[in-house]
């Protein structure tokens, strides 16, 4: 676990816990990768960096380490030349897709609702 997940759930309340899971699940593309893996099942840094229309290497690796030292996915590395790295999502990665699948049909309402007020306007 990241030491920032861990300060988190160690430090705030139990009131706070839809907090851990921003703080777990928030950042640039972690919900969009999440769910690449979730429908593709294993993928490679360059796939995903393709499939999320090529962020940054910088950024789509650091999301990836903070995913795996929470625990959500799994890196495997094979020793060939070149270098081969996959990924999965672990069982509580996997665990993550009912959330995100509701996260995302929430944001679609929020998104046509917003449009549908700004149309209007």
């Known amino acids: 676990m990241r030491e920032k997940t861990e300060r988190i759930v160690r430090e705030w309340s139990e009131a706070c816990d839809a907090e851990v ?4 699940l928030g950042g ?10 979730g429908e593709h099942e294993v993928l490679r840094f360059g796939e995903l960096g393709r499939l999320l229309e090529n962020p940054t290497a ?5 999301q990836l380490r903070e995913l795996e030292e929470d625990g959500l996915i799994t890196r495997t590395v094979y020793q060939q030349v070149p270098p081969k790295v996959e990924y999965r999502l672990s069982d509580l990665g996997t665990s993550t897709t009912p959330l995100l699948a509701e996260l995302t049909r929430w944001g679609t309402e929020y998104a046509a609702q917003q449009r549908a007020t700004t149309t209007a306007s």
């Open 21 to 24: 899971s921003i703080a777990v």
């Open 28 to 37: 640039a593309w972690k919900p969009s990768i999440l769910t690449l893996l």
């Open 58 to 62: 910088r950024v789509l690796t650091r």
